[in-house]
């Protein structure tokens, strides 16, 4: 059995939310937890899943949403912390991928939204895209903070500056990649890592071009298993007990 610890399970994307969970747990995913990136995904997913068993969220603003959010969008996640679903602030982190960034609205987002984790003793999920030194000196300010490099694809240099700081890394399809080098350090990270899809992105091969759906941990595991001689027993026994560790679920 396996969580999906990161997945955006949001009324945009997908036209029957039931119906993507009834198909991910025939799959052998039992546990999901839904991100938001900004207030408006943040509202819907408490409303969505309230009263959803075995789904939990992380509250977070995107580091995409730097320019434009407000206090008002940090005091909403502050306002709902305390809700019973919510186990993580998160997707939150640092993006230098498309032209137009502010870096310094990112650092002072991003820094924001730690102080919030550690106030509240709770996990963080961390989206880094081109922005991995940053990230990790922002980090290092807040080491009481531990959480999920979410859509890890690095060295096992930055994997191991990670680990050591005291966050797991999330895998998803991106492992599966042709031109992904990351396989080949799973055996070296194994018992530091969860799964996670990124639904609907990130969608693992052979079913690239299409949705992505918590489902596909089915795959990103099995192929896990082929390449590397890792049971999927083993991947779930230690995934689980990560998610255990980080998210006290």
Do not use: W
Request: aromatic letters at 10%; a negative charge.
């Amino acid at each position: 059995m396996f969580t999906d610890t990161h997945c955006h399970i949001f009324n945009e994307y997908y036209d029957d939310i039931n119906e993507v969970l009834t198909e991910s747990n025939i799959n052998g995913i039992y546990r999901f937890i839904v991100a938001g990136t900004n207030t408006v995904e943040n509202k819907e997913i408490l409303n969505n899943f309230k009263d959803t068993k075995n789904v939990y969220l992380a509250l977070g603003i995107h580091p995409e949403e730097a320019n434009n959010y407000s206090k008002k969008d940090i005091s909403f996640i502050e306002s709902n912390i305390n809700n019973n679903k919510v186990i993580a602030i998160g997707e939150i982190g640092l993006d230098y991928h498309y032209e137009g960034y502010n870096k310094e609205k990112q650092i002072e987002l991003l820094e924001t939204q730690l102080k919030l984790a550690q106030d509240y003793n709770l996990p963080v999920v961390v989206h880094v895209r081109d922005a991995v030194q940053d990230t990790i000196d922002t980090l290092k300010k807040y080491p009481k903070v531990k959480g999920v490099i979410h859509a890890f694809s690095g060295s096992i240099e930055v994997a191991n500056i990670y680990i050591k700081m005291g966050y797991k890394l999330g895998i998803n399809g991106v492992v599966t990649f042709k031109n992904s080098k990351l396989i080949n350090i799973i055996p070296d990270i194994k018992d530091s890592i969860v799964f996670e899809t990124d639904s609907p992105y990130l969608t693992p091969h052979p079913y690239r071009g299409t949705k992505n759906s918590p489902k596909y941990i089915k795959e990103i595991t099995e192929y896990i298993q082929d390449k590397t001689g890792i049971t999927k027993e083993e991947l779930s026994k230690i995934s689980e007990n990560n998610i255990k560790e980080i998210f006290n679920i």
